[in-house]
């Protein structure tokens, strides 16, 4: 084997049932969207997340267009979001002509800071702008506070949108994230901890919503033999051939989240001498350990960039944490409500000095420690 191949971050992992699935809608020619796999994958992911409905999606992103729609979110309407997150949490905001406003991290989970929520309610309330909803992401895999986030949302009356596209079976206090919203989304992108090729699918317990999001999202046909139209839609479901992948993959989601949480285990123990920490867990829940995610201390003398250029020297893939919605020259308008008092961003700082490593659950241990070697030789040249 080539000694150089190349690590990716989080690349799929098939499991060898994806194809039985996939062979079954081949054989039954329900090639065509819908079909049996799309009805059991969303059976099943209702049965693992314990809510009632699910609606499967070509994307996450299309979920939290679908959510936004649903709460009456139009133009001019105020939604807040996570500031740390990736642009396909707030994007949709902008499909419906809305305005975001962004709010910062706290440094214990690194999701939305509750302090931060409480400050831009309070703004929306004397500008008379409150939000129409909250869109809350539950990053690289681990749950955000829900204890005091719903409290803070309930007590305004916002309906929340979980946005837990990176954590498909992770918990807060034995409870399933997806499931703490008013809705939850989640998204099988080619990256994320399970894969459909591409595609999401959106959890609630509210009937109604979910009949309102499946008949948009199957551009709002009206049941009539012939087309009929009375509203607007899109074309947002998911394929029968999608489900396959997704109704194997999830057989062995847990396994992985297990192979991940090993992957993290070493790479704590093997990079204890370094000067980086690594995304704190909070004891109220258990990650899904998507990703590993280290940060340089404040004195390192290495910033992000070099060591992602030496990680990718040898041909190891490497990302810097997201680079904060309201830092982006699209949204750099947008109200943002910081974390910290004296106005210094908690999402900055994490985008400044964190990096993910590969946590692929396919990895080798060679590979693994291809990675650990080379993180270990970058910083240790800097010594010299
Ligand atoms: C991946 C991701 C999305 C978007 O999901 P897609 O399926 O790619 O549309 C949204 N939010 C977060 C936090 C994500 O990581």
Not at 109 to 134: D, I, Q, Y
Not at 260 to 281: C, S
């Given at each position: 084997?080539?000694?150089?191949?190349r690590?990716?971050?989080?690349p799929?992992?098939?499991?060898?049932?994806?194809?039985?699935?996939v062979q079954?809608a081949f054989?039954?020619?329900?090639?065509?969207?819908?079909?049996?796999?799309?009805?059991?994958?969303?059976?099943?992911?209702?049965?693992y997340?314990?809510?009632?409905?699910?609606?499967a999606?070509s994307?996450?992103?299309?979920?939290?267009?679908?959510?936004l729609?649903?709460?009456?979110?139009?133009?001019?309407?105020?939604?807040?979001?996570?500031?740390?997150t990736?642009?396909?949490?707030?994007?949709?905001?902008?499909?419906?002509?809305?305005?975001?406003?962004?709010?910062?991290?706290?440094?214990?989970?690194?999701?939305?800071?509750?302090?931060?929520?409480v400050?831009?309610?309070?703004w929306?309330?004397?500008t008379?702008?409150?939000?129409k909803?909250?869109?809350i992401?539950d990053?690289?895999?681990?749950?955000a506070?829900?204890d005091?986030?719903?409290?803070?949302?309930?007590?305004?009356?916002?309906?929340?949108?979980?946005?837990?596209?990176?954590?498909?079976?992770?918990?807060?206090?034995?409870?399933?994230?997806?499931?703490?919203?008013?809705?939850?989304?989640?998204?099988?992108?080619?990256?994320?901890?399970?894969?459909?090729?591409?595609?999401?699918?959106v959890v609630?317990?509210?009937?109604?919503?979910?009949?309102?999001?499946?008949?948009?999202?199957?551009?709002?046909r009206?049941?009539?033999r012939?087309?009929?139209?009375?509203?607007?839609?899109?074309?947002?479901?998911?394929?029968?051939?999608?489900?396959?992948?997704?109704?194997g993959?999830?057989?062995?989601?847990?396994?992985?989240?297990?192979?991940?949480?090993?992957?993290?285990?070493?790479?704590i123990?093997?990079?204890k001498?370094?000067?980086?920490?690594?995304?704190?867990?909070?004891?109220?829940?258990?990650?899904?350990?998507?990703?590993?995610?280290?940060?340089?201390?404040?004195?390192s003398?290495?910033?992000?960039?070099?060591?992602?250029?030496?990680?990718?020297?040898?041909?190891?893939?490497?990302?810097?944490?997201?680079?904060?919605?309201?830092?982006?020259?699209?949204?750099?308008e947008?109200?943002f409500?910081?974390?910290?008092?004296?106005?210094?961003?908690?999402?900055?700082?994490?985008?400044?000095?964190?990096?993910?490593?590969?946590?692929?659950?396919?990895?080798?241990?060679?590979?693994?420690?291809?990675?650990?070697?080379?993180?270990k030789?970058?910083f240790n040249?800097?010594?010299?």
């Amino acid at each position: 084997m080539n000694k150089m191949q190349r690590i990716y971050l989080s690349p799929p992992h098939m499991s060898g049932n994806e194809i039985k699935f996939v062979q079954e809608a081949f054989d039954s020619n329900w090639i065509a969207p819908l079909g049996p796999n799309v009805d059991g994958f969303e059976k099943e992911i209702c049965q693992y997340v314990q809510v009632n409905h699910g609606l499967a999606l070509s994307s996450g992103t299309s979920g939290i267009h679908l959510a936004l729609r649903y709460f009456g979110v139009g133009p001019g309407d105020y939604v807040f979001c996570s500031s740390l997150t990736f642009s396909g949490s707030c994007n949709p905001i902008k499909y419906q002509f809305a305005n975001p406003v962004f709010i910062d991290s706290e440094p214990d989970t690194w999701n939305m800071s509750p302090k931060a929520l409480v400050e831009a309610f309070e703004w929306a309330k004397k500008t008379c702008n409150m939000p129409k909803a909250v869109i809350i992401v539950d990053l690289y895999g681990q749950s955000a506070d829900y204890d005091s986030l719903l409290q803070i949302c309930n007590h305004y009356g916002v309906p929340v949108i979980e946005d837990a596209a990176e954590a498909i079976g992770s918990t807060f206090k034995g409870k399933k994230c997806g499931s703490f919203g008013n809705v939850g989304i989640f998204s099988f992108n080619g990256n994320k901890i399970m894969t459909t090729s591409g595609g999401g699918m959106v959890v609630t317990n509210d009937e109604d919503m979910i009949n309102k999001m499946r008949f948009w999202s199957t551009q709002a046909r009206e049941a009539t033999r012939h087309y009929e139209h009375r509203d607007f839609g899109y074309n947002y479901r998911m394929s029968n051939i999608c489900a396959g992948i997704g109704l194997g993959q999830l057989m062995v989601l847990d396994d992985h989240i297990l192979l991940r949480k090993a992957i993290r285990q070493r790479y704590i123990e093997e990079l204890k001498d370094l000067p980086v920490k690594f995304m704190p867990i909070s004891d109220a829940g258990k990650p899904n350990y998507w990703l590993t995610v280290i940060t340089l201390d404040e004195d390192s003398s290495l910033s992000t960039e070099e060591i992602i250029d030496a990680l990718e020297a040898s041909n190891i893939e490497s990302r810097p944490v997201w680079k904060p919605m309201h830092l982006q020259p699209i949204f750099k308008e947008c109200p943002f409500f910081p974390h910290l008092d004296n106005k210094k961003s908690v999402g900055e700082e994490l985008f400044k000095r964190g990096i993910c490593l590969p946590t692929g659950s396919a990895m080798t241990n060679n590979e693994l420690e291809r990675v650990i070697d080379s993180l270990k030789k970058i910083f240790n040249r800097v010594k010299i």
